[in-house]
């Protein structure tokens, strides 16, 4: 099994930036995935970012390409999501999410087996 709590949501005006945390515990070494997810009122949860644990790969949706980075920090299991030039539409519940299988695409949200509870992201125009 594997806990993972988010911290550093918040409020922020649009451009600026944010940073959001996921500490991860338990059976850590079996995650083959890691990363975010968002979900907005009234939309479907979306995947972010996401890190490719062993290859180090790391992927992006095309909408926050260029402005979001994923980092690790792995003696201290944990993951970070560096958001810049926030917009009103990054506006969401920003949920980390692990998965211990291989295959499937990224961003395909019921492949995760292991979600946090969530942290806020408000954008403000």
């Known amino acids: 099994q594997v806990q993972l709590v988010e911290s550093g949501g918040g409020s922020v005006q649009a451009g600026g930036s944010l940073r959001v945390s996921c500490a991860a515990s338990?059976?850590?070494?079996?995650?083959?995935?890691m990363g975010w997810f968002r979900q907005a009122p009234g939309k479907e949860r979306e995947g972010v970012a996401v890190?490719?644990?062993?290859?180090?790969?790391?992927y992006y949706a095309d909408s926050v390409k260029g402005r979001f980075t994923i980092s690790q920090d792995n003696p201290k299991n944990t993951m970070y999501l560096q958001m810049n030039s926030l917009k009103p539409e990054d506006t969401a519940m920003y949920y980390c999410?692990?998965?211990?299988?291989?295959?499937?695409?990224?961003?395909?949200?019921?492949?995760?087996?292991?979600w946090g509870q969530g942290t806020q992201v408000t954008v403000s125009s």
């Open positions: 890190f490719y644990t062993i290859y180090g790969i790391r």
């Open positions: 999410a692990a998965k211990d299988t291989y295959g499937g695409s990224w961003y395909e949200v019921y492949r995760y087996n292991y």
């Open positions: 338990g059976y850590t070494n079996g995650i083959k995935y």
